[in-house]
């Protein structure tokens, strides 16, 4: 029996019982046991996946004569596996659909805002991981709706608003087809873990951002003034750009930097949808990018986002934490330190927001208090959102409680990093986009100043 046949016979064999995966492999009588073995296991890990792409590319409807396991099978090999290197008239027949096949696989990334195949499973494992869940968030998009007529469509589609949330346990104890407004950020949706939104009306058409809640934290504490010019210095796929654009209300600048051309791609579409102008998308390696050039002298504000180890992601599943080797994270923190030195840079720079998705200290806390040695003379790190429960290690720097941390259990978010960095004396920028005093500023990590001012901050106030 050929490959693929023998796949899908162990396909079906699974789903009627007849035995595990190996057994039903070992005995199919198929001669390259482990390569069949691969196929299968590689195939269910893209199910979910798959039963999407035939289900949108109506695959089995134009392929009377095709079982659905073998499909599987066929559309796994030809968009994720080796690209059908056997199958014989199976290998036509999925041929003949690969374009649509391969549209769909670009409409679905776009669909979830991610650029590799990978990212693609990252939610359904979760799912069947046992990794911890959090509830879904909804990023009301301001620059193309408000949260009054979010709320009233999910009530028209059948879901219960239950008011805003008073605490995270009340979040936490989310269920059915019910929904809240996040107690912290004025508009953030908040729905049970596992509610799918991806095909929904207002995602689709860039009216909501499905955003973890600690992911709108960089682009709230960043809070830009309408008008102001700022640098998101790894930017793709451009979730907090779009945050950040909508803080803006479109007025103003983003440079938007990122060395990946395909995450790039994949965040010009997101961008086009979500309705954001201000932005200006160049492929671009931070580093590189001249403080001096002329074209950056108005910039006030910068988003570093850098790649980390992503540690903090729960999505990926337990044991996640222990992913990143010593050289890896030696890599990556050096990349880190280096992109804050560098952005601490701009002339007429006055808050910096520094995030990553890690629980690694030498990604977080160490980045941070390096940059403070280096350039404490000219920046403070900020003691942002002081009610924000989870704070920065204590132990790494004297002050790094004024970072924030977030975790499934402390915070029913993602695992997240946010410093808020701000340049010392005159003009120093305040957010426009937090509710009121939700900062006070800090000296942390460096000589101490006369008389650290601490001030009440008012919405809207620049
Ligand atoms: N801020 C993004 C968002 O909210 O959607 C996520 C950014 S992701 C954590 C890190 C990004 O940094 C990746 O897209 C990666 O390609 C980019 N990157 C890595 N090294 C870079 C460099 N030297 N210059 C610019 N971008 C870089």
Redesign the pocket.
Known sequence: MALYGAAAAVLEGLERGDGGLKSLVYNSGFPHVRQLYALVSETLRYGPVLEKLLADAALLQAEKKLPAPLAKVLVYDLLFGKGLKCGGRWKALARRHRARLEAELARLKVQRGVSSNEELLAPAQAASSGAPQVPRYVRVNTLKTCVDDVVEFFKRQGYSYLGKAASVEELRALSGKKFLLDLHLPELLVFPPQTDFHDNLLYTSGHIILQDKA?CLPAVLLGPAAGSHII??????????SHLAAILKNKGRIFA????TK?LATMNTLLTRAGVTASRLAQ????TVEPGDPAYSRVTHLLL????SGSGMVTRGPGAEAAPSAERLRALAG?QRK?LSHALRFPALRRLVYST?SLRREENEDVVQAALREHGSAFRLVNAFPAWPCRGVAAAFPGAEGCLRASPAATLTQGFFVAVLERRGEGAAAPSSLPAAAEENAQHGTEPEAAPRKRKRQRGKE
């Open positions: 992911s998101d210095a790894c930017a793709a796929p451009g979730n907090k750009t930097f990122d060395v990946d995450r671009r390696d931070f580093l986002d850098p790649s980390c990349f992109a998705c």
